[in-house]
């Protein structure tokens, strides 16, 4: 299962199938964190799939949807309760990891800032340049 880091805490990637879960709990993660709305797509497994999944591979689940272009305070705040709170490592997904990685940065802006938390993203292979203002009003 391929994942790309963005810090110590949390690995990011695109959509995670429950079978996939099992091998996630092998490579050393503890957690797991679903950006995605149920019924974004036909065919996706559902948050209740995911869960029992990840509860059988003995990760902690937890589920902060958010539909593309619409990220709210309250999610962010509901991710970064999420990483403080979750044994680590923690891989985070959506539909290709992008959202994962915009709410990563905007939990983290102020301790590292707007350019750094770009930077990361990109090198994650996310571009979140088009959110460089939320992130600067966030303390980046």
């Known amino acids: 299962m391929e994942t790309k880091k963005l810090d110590d805490t949390l690995c990011i990637r695109p959509q995670v ?3 996939q879960l099992a091998e996630a709990a ?3 993660f503890r957690s797991v964190i679903n950006n995605r709305p149920d019924g974004e ?3 996706q497994p559902t948050s209740d799939q995911v869960a029992a999944a990840a509860h059988a591979a003995g990760l902690e689940y937890r ?4 539909i593309p272009g619409q990220i709210t ?3 962010i705040d509901a991710f970064q309760r999420g990483i403080a709170e979750m044994p680590k490592p923690i891989v985070g ?3 290709t990891g992008t959202r994962a990685a915009m709410l990563w940065a905007l939990s983290n802006a102020r301790e590292i800032g707007a350019d750094n938390a770009i930077e990361c993203a990109a090198g994650a292979g996310c571009d979140i340049s088009g959110i ?3 992130l600067e009003q966030r303390g980046g």
Do not use: Q, T
Not at 63 to 66: E, G, N, T
């Open 17 to 19: 199938l429950p079978e």
């Open 26 to 28: 092998r490579l050393g």
């Open 41 to 43: 797509e036909p065919g």
């Open 63 to 66: 589920h902060i949807p958010v």
């Open 73 to 75: 305070d309250d999610a």
């Open 93 to 95: 997904f959506c539909r």
């Open 132 to 134: 460089r203002a939320r």
